[in-house]
């Protein structure tokens, strides 16, 4: 079984500027749906969280701002969709199936989330599509519910968990590390507890080799018991956003290191998706795919 949280409000209309990448999220559970590595049992429609859980990372004006769609036009832009409603229900449920999804990888080693990975939203404000911190929460939850002592935020996406990295700096329990674009935005980087910054055009093999040096060390020198895992598909080096050259094999491969390095100790694993923005939604789709395909052979 594969624990999996899914959001129906991706079908609410968005401007067709902003409709390409949200179609993954429709997609992506068709596709698991019909190659049979889920089960419609699997899947879970994330209902609202409690606000407290929140406002425990984020800041109560900010909160308040989204909820009352009052958040300054500035702000808005920065963020890069039109306020609304809708897009702040999205976000609040993003963060409800992350934290369900601790519960799930509690008792069944690994969870996913569809959507999620929304490492750009800091504690105060939201940027590039990113409202709420999904990951971030989740990881705040454990610690207050003692669920958890020591957590591994593990952020491969192709862009810097800027706004991770910024709400966790005086956190002793939570280790953030990212590998990401050198030259990729966030063009100001803000410092987790590790940030490999790769030059552009880095390959499956530099990438591979990398990951396989750094990523054991961290187990093994923190001891996490629980990691967050953003698995985003954007060091793809067809990808339109970022500038890494990873084949989709490459990618698949960097999900096997990933998911065999939490398995083979047991550390309960939750995975968001992230970003993936390759022109050609068929090889997103893939290469999402593929996350989940792993987990099924590995668990």
């Given at each position: 079984m594969l624990p999996i949280a899914f959001h129906p409000l991706y079908k609410h209309p968005l401007p067709e500027g902003h409709r390409f990448p949200m179609l993954k999220y429709?997609?992506?559970?068709?596709?698991?749906?019909?190659?049979g590595t889920a089960a419609e049992a699997d899947f879970y429609a994330p209902g609202m969280p409690d606000m407290q859980h929140i406002l425990a990372v984020h800041d109560k004006i900010y909160v308040d701002d989204l909820l009352n769609l009052t958040l300054d036009p500035r702000a808005v832009r920065k963020i890069g969709f039109p306020l609304s409603a809708e897009l702040v229900e999205r976000e609040l449920r993003i963060a409800q199936g992350t934290i369900w999804g601790c519960h799930q990888a509690l008792q069944t080693g690994i969870a996913f989330n569809i959507a999620g990975g929304t490492h750009h939203a800091y504690s105060t404000h939201g940027e590039a599509f990113c409202l709420l911190n999904d990951q971030a929460i989740a990881a705040q939850y454990l610690l207050d519910n003692n669920l958890a002592k020591k957590i591994l935020i593990v952020d491969l996406d192709v862009h810097q968990g800027n706004g991770t990295a910024e709400i966790f700096t005086n956190n002793n329990a939570?280790?953030?590390f990212s590998m990401h674009g050198k030259t990729n935005y966030p063009f100001k980087k803000e410092l987790s507890d590790l940030d490999i910054a790769l030059p552009d055009n880095t390959g499956d093999n530099e990438y591979l080799a990398i990951l396989k040096e750094t990523l054991p060390k961290l187990v093994e020198s923190h001891k996490p018991d629980f990691i967050f895992y953003l698995s985003g598909v954007d060091i793809l080096a067809t990808d339109k956003l970022g500038k890494l050259g990873c084949t989709v094999n490459g990618c698949k491969q960097r999900e096997e290191?990933?998911?065999?390095?939490?398995?083979?100790?047991?550390?309960?694993?939750?995975?968001?998706?992230?970003?993936g923005y390759s022109p050609d939604i068929k090889v997103i789709i893939e290469a999402h795919a593929n996350t989940y395909r792993v987990a099924r052979d590995i668990y």
């Open positions: 429709e997609l992506l559970p068709q596709q698991l749906l019909y190659e939570v280790f953030t290191i990933v998911l065999s390095l939490c398995h083979k100790p047991g550390i309960p694993v939750q995975c968001s998706m992230g970003g």
